[in-house]
């Protein structure tokens, strides 16, 4: 007989806190893998009331059956009365089944804790598949904009190579277009295609025929026949020379033509021409030709401007051409010619054409070549040439002065002898 039934309820209470999986299920897990799976809850009041009540009723079979197993070796009345002071028997005879022990509140609470757990986690689940979601879509509609980015760049850049490509083909046409009416007007109808065309001239390929029948310039030189007659010899001996130089042409706004330079030339070659002498070497029908045009924004002296232009250049003097004076007598008489100059600086002029009493060092250079001053008074220095010229320059000093030069001083105008007396300088 058992004398104190409260002592065995507390070992059964300890012993059903610590089995109660193993008890009611079978197993060896938690006691919250035991209960049964947490559902949503609900906010029904009647399915709240059911839960409870399920609860309750799980708990009263449990101590009914924890109790039974630990009294059934106790005899059948005390194991009633036993029973019944804890009230673990049959819900059907028990007043009040309701009551829990402290292990069923553990037991409930890890119930509830865990179906807690469980709808928290699928709240979570809830939010982070509704944040996948969005962040997908995200991703999704980013990718698609790059795709349209990259297509209208695409599509961008395929119109720009398809208007450079027009833009290029355009500007072949014209290049073509405006090539084509360069040439149609470059092609002069005497003078032929122009080879070189620099703005301010022309440069053609003629025959002599062609050159022939244009005017000359009506401020020219006088053609005079002779002289063409005498270059044209010269030439039948040096036709392996070609023809040096150039002819130049003036054109006016209204296309005459006319020959500013190398008259002289084009007689030499008509004559050439006339007489059959036109070879490959003096090919005649091959004659370069530059063409000064006068555009509508030149001046009305264009063609005197050109003429004069020509014309300053000098031609070779006889002293310079190579083989004819010796290198030691051109020395000679450059240095003469230069102390002298040093001598009476005011008298000399740059130009050739300087008129008198001024001297051009030049002229004055190929006088006294020609006239082979070196040879005829034995002068073998440019001391000695310029001690020679002095003693001239005293001795005309002297007829000028004296008036004894007869005719020839009376030919010198007043002013410049005047100027001559001034310096002492009468060569």
Request: proline share 4%; charged share 30%.
């Amino acid at each position: 007989p058992i004398d104190e039934p409260r002592q065995i309820v507390g070992m059964m209470i300890s012993v059903a806190s610590k089995s109660l999986c193993r008890i009611t299920a079978g197993r060896s897990h938690h006691v919250s893998r035991c209960i049964v799976p947490a559902r949503r809850k609900s906010t029904d009041p009647r399915t709240s009331r059911n839960d409870v009540n399920g609860t309750a009723s799980f708990l009263t079979d449990l101590r009914l059956r924890a109790a039974k197993a630990l009294t059934a070796s106790l005899p059948p009345e005390s194991r009633s009365s036993l029973l019944r002071s804890i009230n673990a028997i049959d819900s059907s005879l028990a007043e009040d089944s309701n009551q829990k022990s402290i292990g069923e509140a553990v037991a409930e609470a890890v119930k509830k804790e865990a179906e807690k757990n469980d709808h928290k986690w699928k709240r979570e689940k809830e939010n982070i598949m509704a944040k996948s979601e969005r962040a997908a879509k995200e991703r999704v509609q980013h990718d698609l904009l790059i795709q349209q980015r990259r297509l209208e760049l695409e599509e961008w850049q395929m119109k720009i190579r398809t208007e450079k490509v027009e833009e290029e083909k355009k500007r072949i046409e014209a290049s073509k277009r405006e090539k084509d009416r360069d040439e149609e007007n470059a092609h002069h109808p005497i003078l032929g295609p122009a080879f070189v065309d620099l703005g301010y001239k022309r440069v053609h390929i003629t025959s002599a025929r062609a050159l022939a029948a244009i005017p000359i310039w009506e401020k020219q030189r006088v053609y005079r026949h002779d002289r063409a007659k005498g270059m044209a010899t010269d030439k039948q001996r040096t036709t392996e020379l070609g023809l040096p130089g150039i002819i130049s042409l003036h054109e006016a706004e209204d296309g005459q033509l006319a020959i500013l330079d190398g008259q002289h030339r084009v007689g030499m070659m008509a004559i050439l021409q006339s007489k059959g002498m036109d070879t490959d070497q003096l090919d005649l029908e091959r004659v370069l030709v530059e063409v000064f045009p006068q555009h509508s924004n030149s001046s009305i002296a264009h063609a005197s401007d050109i003429f004069t232009e020509i014309n300053k250049a000098e031609p070779v003097k006889l002293v310079d051409m190579p083989g004819i004076a010796k290198k030691a007598d051109r020395n000679i008489i450059n240095d003469g010619a230069q102390m002298l100059m040093d001598s009476y600086p005011d008298m000399f002029k740059p130009s050739q054409r300087c008129r008198s009493p001024h001297l051009n060092i030049d002229n004055l250079r190929d006088a006294l070549f020609a006239s082979d001053v070196l040879k005829r008074h034995s002068v073998k220095s440019s001391k000695a040439l310029f001690d020679w010229m002095s003693e001239k320059n005293q001795e005309l000093g002297h007829l000028y002065v004296n008036g004894k030069g007869g005719s020839t001083v009376n030919q010198v105008s007043k002013t410049a002898l005047n100027k001559a007396v001034k310096f002492h300088f009468f060569l």
